[in-house]
């Protein structure tokens, strides 16, 4: 129980170590329940000789203790619950330590545990204060070697770095040496044992070294990890290519793991991944799971650089290492999938997750100045937002002085840890511009909105455009300052021809005027081309004008995004109790002609068809009304069903593909524009197309189409529904990865019934309550992505989150503290919901045995 209030930790407050750790020497004698853990630490004095050894340590039992190996009486140090400290130590010296710990008990999936009869660890951002005592810290880097002793039923034994020696030992064990020749902090420490399968390759860099690449997975498994290893080898190239980075071992591993509270961790030399985003066949997986594993795996490879070999001096500099990887997997994707595509669904993703974020209690800026636990950092503001500051760091420079500011930061900085503030000096002095302003998108949270005004002069054939930009209060700033914004704007005539191509306008304060001459008509503003800048944009175009960006806009994400509003719109207005019956009909018109449109791709078509999303819906609604969102939303829906239901059952038709599967870009683009036609018929349920349907789901031949089918039916409900889902089940109620699907679809159930189901599925044979995809697939699918049964009136999906959010924070803080940002969000719904809401948040806040990770959130989403 708790007995005291937690205090933050604060930026302002940041002190280096007193001790510099030079060389680490590690010691594992695993056994599931009872492992050893021997440790060396070389220590010596860089700080105030007065003070003490002060080593972090939790959940630790203290087996030995000495100092240049003379053991330590009881009254030569303490320790606590989360400490061991030494209060009186030399210079310079040797502290061993020898502690037990419980891999198989812990459920909390950080530090040393088991999964699936496998040794793993996960020590980012806090796990290895609870594999031994140590400075837990990211700014404290030691060289590490590693000795492993295990039973045969654990016949590899991994770490980072090279491995050095090998060999047998009695009683049927036997040992593995690592060396990693790079000082790294804790936090990338690895370490896994077991008996897995593994895939090899290799990877010759650009000074002619050759990389031995090895991907271990589950006995059989072999198979299904061959896109990751590609994705890897085209990754290591692109890197090469784009940023001149080179890898620096000898060896490249990745491990996939069932139990896992992040999508991967790139621990130096040993990547460690969630099996959901490393294995993939047509199969098994569908073509999102492809690209987010092309996405992740490229994404953990690029930390190599930006987060292992030069890292955080602490973790308020999180987004140093994070926004900027986000940044380099996000240009990787770009370069493999499509730009305008790629980018498209990058800017949904920001704005469903992190412009939530900004306008909810749990705002706060990239680099934030406080924290209670460094676990809920790990947030869309400090991954997304800050790729788009780097993103916006180069529009403003341009590529040629970005890719400079980048060499020398890398040379500068390499082998340390280091700060923002260091990050952008670089960028400063490679350009030779003045970026003092720009250091504000670290500082100030929130998405500033901007507006643009248009006037145009006939006479003097010149138009005059008034920016504006302004940000709402956040918690703990209730004043902001003006932001340099790049707003990239182009212009057309309202028959859809360029007058005017893309211009970078900086805004860089309140108010700026800018005036263009030489516009032979009255134009069409294509403003924030290619989502120049993370803000909500506002100008005075009138609806005829959005139609011709729609039309014709040659930048394609802005085609896609004047689409998207005329939607937005009419679904508003509609849940608003103004229908435009007109509107609705013309904007289905318009959807039609684009999808006809032979010179666009299949999966920017897929794009053009995909209606806002409740939860972005109810961002613009204020107080939003989630039934009366869903229900304009559907009606909208039904009406582009009946009005272009020939056409979306020709390409559904055409679409199809009898050939073999590949998993490229442009098949994919292909199955997904099939599947969307699906989704949207499935709004006009009629015999003919319910049979269309049915027979989707029956004849796929890979897992997209198969769950392209299967939601299609579970969303019309029904006898199609229980039977498709029983069929799916029979198929695939051996394979982990393909049950977590079924779990979600069941989640995203549109019909009034769904709770109850969701409820009957936390008790099925094949629910696994402590497993973090488990609970993702079921628990956040419900609560995030159908909001329209999540709000209940009757507040029963809010109990219902609560009691699982206490559930699992019993023996998973960092996975209960993601299911807590639903109820977070109460002030932006109805008044009869939120309140609703708070309950179960205060609920929630009040329990006495509460996590750190959880009361966090909870209290400020409260206060």
Not at 784 to 798: E, K, L, Q, V, W
Request: aromatic share 8%; proline share 6%.
């Amino acid at each position: 129980m708790r007995t005291d209030t937690p205090q933050p930790i604060r930026l302002a407050d940041y002190r280096p170590f007193p001790f510099a750790i030079e060389t680490t020497r590690l010691v594992f004698e695993l056994h599931p329940s009872a492992t050893r853990v021997k440790t060396e630490l070389a220590v010596r004095r860089i700080g105030d000789e007065s003070e003490p050894l002060v080593l972090n340590g939790e959940r630790l039992k203290l087996v030995s203790i000495a100092v240049d190996g003379q053991a330590l009486g009881a009254n030569q140090y303490a320790a606590d619950a989360e400490h061991l400290t030494i209060h009186e130590v030399p210079d310079q010296f040797v502290l061993t330590t020898e502690v037990e710990i419980d891999p198989l008990a812990n459920k909390a999936l950080t530090g040393l545990y088991m999964s699936g009869g496998r040794f793993c660890t996960q020590c980012e951002a806090e796990g290895f204060r609870t594999i031994t005592y140590f400075p837990d810290r990211p700014d404290v880097l030691s060289r590490y070697s590693v000795r492993i002793e295990a039973g045969a039923k654990f016949p590899h034994l991994l770490s980072n770095g090279n491995l050095v020696d090998q060999g047998s030992l009695a009683d049927n064990r036997h040992f593995a040496e690592w060396v990693d020749p790079f000082p790294k902090p804790s936090y990338l420490f690895a370490l896994v044992a077991g008996d897995l399968d593994v895939l090899t390759d290799k990877f010759v860099t650009m000074s002619g070294r050759e990389v031995a690449l090895r991907v271990f997975v589950d006995p059989g498994q072999a198979s299904r990890a061959a896109y990751a290893l590609d994705s890897l080898k085209r990754a290591m190239k692109w890197d090469e290519d784009t940023f001149g980075r080179e890898y620096d071992l000898d060896l490249f591993m990745i491990v996939a793991v069932r139990d896992f509270n992040f999508g991967a961790m790139e621990n130096k030399g040993l990547n460690i991944f969630n099996s959901s985003l490393l294995l993939a066949d047509p199969q098994t997986a569908t073509d999102l799971d492809y690209e987010r594993i092309e996405a992740v795996v490229a994404h953990e490879y690029f930390h190599n650089w930006t987060g292992n070999r030069i890292t955080c001096r602490d973790w308020f500099q999180l987004c140093l290492k994070e926004g900027f990887t986000v940044f380099r997997d996000q240009s990787f994707s770009a370069d493999m999938r499509g730009g305008a595509v790629q980018r498209i669904k990058d800017v949904r993703a920001l704005r469903a997750r992190q412009f939530a974020e900004d306008a909810g209690p749990l705002a706060h800026p990239v680099r934030p100045s406080s924290y209670l636990k460094i676990d809920n950092f790990y947030t869309a503001t400090i991954y997304e937002k800050g790729a788009e500051i780097i993103r916006m760091l180069k529009t403003i420079l341009g590529a040629a002085a970005f890719r400079k500011g980048c060499d020398l930061y890398f040379q500068r900085h390499d082998g340390q840890a280091t700060t923002v503030e260091a990050f952008i000096a670089c960028f400063a002095e490679a350009s030779g511009r003045d970026l003092s302003d720009f250091f504000g998108w670290y500082e100030q949270a929130g998405t500033p909105a901007v507006t643009i005004e248009t006037a145009y002069d006939a006479s003097a054939q010149a138009v005059t455009l008034t920016l504006t930009q302004s940000t709402a209060p956040t918690p703990g700033q209730p004043t902001k300052k003006p932001l340099p914004v790049p707003v990239a704007i182009g212009l057309l005539s309202t028959d859809g021809e360029v007058l005017r191509d893309t211009e970078v306008v900086l805004l860089d304060q309140e108010t700026l005027t800018v005036r263009w001459d030489g516009v032979a008509s009255v134009p069409v503003l294509s403003a924030l081309r290619g989502f120049s800048a993370p803000v909500n944009l506002t100008t005075d175009a009138r609806p005829s004008d959005r139609y011709v960006l729609f039309g014709s806009d040659p930048d394609l994400f802005n085609r896609w995004e004047a689409g998207q509003t005329l939607a937005r719109d009419l679904i508003l207005a509609r849940a608003a109790g103004t229908p435009d019956e007109v509107g609705e009909e013309r904007y289905a018109e318009a959807l039609g002609q684009a999808l006809i449109d032979d010179a666009a791709e299949p999966a920017f078509k897929t794009l053009l068809l995909s209606l806002p999303s409740e939860p972005d819906l109810a961002l613009m609604s204020e107080p939003a009304d989630p039934a009366a969102l869903h229900a304009a939303r559907d009606h909208l829906r039904a009406r582009i069903a009946i009005h272009l239901g020939d056409l979306l059952r020709r390409l559904h038709g055409e679409m199809q593909s009898e050939g073999e599967f590949s998993a490229s870009a442009q098949a994919a683009g292909r199955r997904a524009l099939r599947n969307a036609c699906a989704e949207v018929l499935s709004a006009d349920p009629h015999a003919d197309n319910l049979m269309r349907l049915v027979g989707h789901f029956e004849g796929a031949r890979n897992m997209t189409d198969m769950i392209g089918g299967l939601y299609p039916l579970v969303s019309i409900g029904g006898v199609a529904r229980d039977k498709a889902l029983a069929n799916f089940h029979y198929a695939w109620h051996l394979e982990p990865l393909v049950l977590d699907k079924w779990f979600a679809v069941q989640a995203r159930d549109p019909n009034e019934d769904v709770l109850e189901r969701v409820m009957a599925l936390t008790t099925h044979a094949d629910f696994e309550p402590t497993n973090p995809n488990r609970l993702r697939a079921l628990i956040s699918t419900f609560a995030n992505f159908n909001p329209a049964r999540f709000h209940d009136p009757s507040g029963a999906g809010y109990r219902f989150l609560a009691d699982r959010i206490l559930a699992v924070d019993a023996f998973n803080p960092m996975t209960a503290a993601r299911l807590v940002e639903p109820l977070g969000n109460w002030r932006r719904y109805k008044p009869e919901l939120g309140q609703l809401m708070r309950e179960q948040l205060a609920r929630v806040a009040a329990h006495p045995d509460l996590s750190k990770n959880v009361l966090e959130l909870a209290t400020k989403a409260l206060d």
